[in-house]
């Protein structure tokens, strides 16, 4: 109780403090005695400070006085230990969280013996992650990391959700392996993922990845001149392969005032297409994550000449790889998309990894691969009551998940048109993804097959 009552104190100290810019002339030298005072009320001694606070003070010297107390405050925050409100309210709101929402994995794994083991700064670089669960308590993961290095920094913590999350036994430790060439068992003969042998035509296939540049904070920590910078980077890199026949396109800038920026209507246009992502600033989750601070600086998105190949700057990862086709066999969209990742981390810099979660993702749900693949399929007998509840518990047991044709949170199509993705990411291979995406329509379309038909 003590200790909250110092944070408050400091707190109340600190704002008057910071109303000082703004204040009258007349009303500045008793503003800096209130804000003395609130420091005594919260433990420390500096009343004394607005009892030697000349007559007529000039610009400078209440500048000077306010940087000694704010000195003073710190020198007896760090002596006591004290934490700020802020903290004292997230640390409460992650305690409701837990009672109110038992779903959500940031609360109920967090360990508070643990969280006060850790030095002050690490303390409050581990509820910067913690805040999007905190604020939104029906999150299902609740949890954002900020800088490359947290899930191994904060392992002892981050790591029971993780395995909660991706359903792991044991200990974690990711392999990265594209090559299809070492599934040979699992492939039809000649390798080839072939649709038409399913009975399906012309698909829509997709399959992307989620990448983030290991110099940079993740995107909940970066500044608007983070964000900027990136994106300058990635525009480097983007000239390199509009320069390339294979590629070619165009980059399209979100950032005002740049050679690349686009209007609203191209905007609008481009999100109606699918090629370019949502305004972020919207989601309340991202918000509190920081993720969409600066809207809509350093975003943007770079789309091939054929639009088979788009990378997505500055959304909830740094990027988003993504690769798509209408066609038949799987291998072309999953071997196109090695193949830009390869030639992204070249001309960009070295992706974000580590040793035991593989690539690493802004939310710990796309840890390992950072990988979704997936394609649209008509099911209409399995939805002929409008929803897609019948497909998820078909899909559900081979791993498979559902959402609308338009993405997550989007209604299944009139034709019962669903998209189909394998559920995991973390704990198996990028080649494994692939093929449980074929097996898994092989055995959906047999259980299609099966059900009453639409009327």
């Known amino acids: 109780m003590f200790k909250r009552a110092v944070s408050a104190g400091f707190r109340h100290a600190r704002s008057h403090a910071r109303g000082y810019a703004t204040a009258t002339a007349e009303s500045q030298r008793s503003m800096i005695s209130y804000a003395a005072g609130g420091a005594l009320v919260g433990g420390g001694s500096l009343l004394a400070a607005s009892t030697m606070w000349p007559a007529q003070a000039d610009g400078a010297s209440v500048q000077s006085m306010l940087s000694e107390i704010s000195g003073r ?9 004290v934490a700020d409100y802020d903290t004292f309210k997230l640390l409460d709101l992650i305690k409701t969280a837990r009672a109110t929402h038992p779903d959500n994995l940031m609360a109920k794994y967090f360990d508070f013996n643990y969280y006060y083991s850790l030095p002050v700064e690490l303390q409050k670089r581990l509820l910067v992650c913690c805040k999007s669960g905190a604020e939104n308590a029906d999150s299902g993961m609740g949890m954002y990391a900020m800088n490359p290095e947290d899930y191994d920094l904060f392992k002892p913590y981050m790591n029971e959700v993780i395995k909660a999350y991706h359903k792991i036994k044991g200990e974690v430790k990711h392999v990265t392996n594209w090559d299809l060439s070492t599934k040979a068992d699992k492939l039809p003969a000649g390798g080839k993922l072939d649709l038409t042998k399913l009975g399906l035509g012309n698909t829509s296939m997709r399959v992307r990845v989620g990448r983030n540049l290991k110099d940079f904070p993740l995107p909940g920590a970066m500044s608007k001149e983070n964000r900027i910078s990136l994106e300058k980077q990635m525009l480097k890199a983007f000239k390199n392969l509009m320069a390339d026949p294979a590629y070619g396109g165009r980059y399209y800038s979100l950032t005002p005032g740049t050679p690349e ?6 905007y609008k246009q481009l999100v109606k297409e699918h090629l370019m992502f949502k305004d972020m600033a919207a989601d309340p989750y991202l918000e509190s994550a920081g993720i969409s601070s600066d809207w809509p600086y350093g975003r943007g998105c770079y789309v091939s000449q054929d639009r088979g190949f788009i990378v997505w700057v500055g959304e909830e990862d740094h990027l988003r790889i993504m690769c798509m086709k209408k066609g038949t066999v799987l291998n072309d969209v999953f071997d196109r998309l090695k193949g830009a990742c390869d030639v992204v981390e070249k001309n960009s810099g070295v992706f974000a990894h580590s040793p035991d979660y593989g690539y690493v993702t802004s939310c710990p749900t796309n840890l390992g691969t950072g990988m979704r693949a997936s394609l649209h399929l008509q099911l209409p ?17 081979l791993g498979l998940s559902v959402r609308g044709a338009g993405g997550e949170h989007t209604p299944i199509g ?24 074929y097996e898994g329509i092989k055995l959906l379309l047999a259980e299609e097959k099966k059900a009453p038909k639409r009327k």
């Open 73 to 81: 405050l710190a020198k007896v925050e760090a002596a006591l230990g």
């Open 414 to 437: 009139a034709d019962g048109t669903v998209d189909i993705s394998p559920s995991a990411r973390l704990m198996i291979e990028e080649a494994d993804i692939i093929v449980a995406l």
């Open 261 to 266: 920026s686009i209007s609203d209507s191209e």
């Open 381 to 397: 007998n399995l939805t002929a009551d409008g929803t897609e509840a019948k497909a998820k518990a078909v899909c559900k047991p």
